[in-house]
């Protein structure tokens, strides 16, 4: 059974940190691309960022780069974003979902349905 859970949601003040953890199973881990995307509520899905494990290779949105880092431990099978800095318009459902790593590449990489599997999501509410 394909699994994506994600974790450590929550409510912090403006500024501060979180840590959201991605674990998958199921699948293998190393032919998919990771990436987490994030909907506020009335707006659309976005893409926030993107790692491929077997390069390592890391995208970012625009809106995040500098703040928010992603990485990947896999030997667990296990995405990570960090977030500093946060600013309410961080808040959202943070969503984390892989796809095959040719197919959600290049302009292609924000695609929402060319991901093959999601997270049910946890909240990340940035208060100010």
């Known amino acids: 059974e394909v699994q994506l859970v994600e974790s450590g949601g929550g409510l912090v003040q403006v500024g501060g940190s979180l840590r959201l953890s991605c674990a998958a199973s199921g699948f293998a881990f190393d032919d998919y691309a990771i990436a987490w995307f994030r909907q506020a509520p009335g707006k659309e899905r976005e893409g926030v960022s993107k790692?491929?494990?077997?390069?390592?290779?890391?995208y970012y949105a625009d809106s995040v780069k500098g703040r928010f880092t992603i990485s990947s431990d896999n030997a667990k099978n296990t995405v990570y974003l960090q977030m500093n800095s946060l600013k309410p318009e961080d808040t959202a459902v943070y969503y984390c979902?892989?796809?095959?790593?040719?197919?959600?590449?290049?302009?292609?990489?924000?695609?929402?349905?060319?991901?093959?599997?999601w997270g049910q999501g946890t909240q990340v509410t940035v208060s100010s």
């Open positions: 979902a892989a796809g095959p790593v040719a197919v959600v590449a290049g302009i292609n990489r924000w695609t929402v349905g060319w991901y093959d599997y």
């Open positions: 790692i491929t494990s077997s390069d390592g290779s890391t």
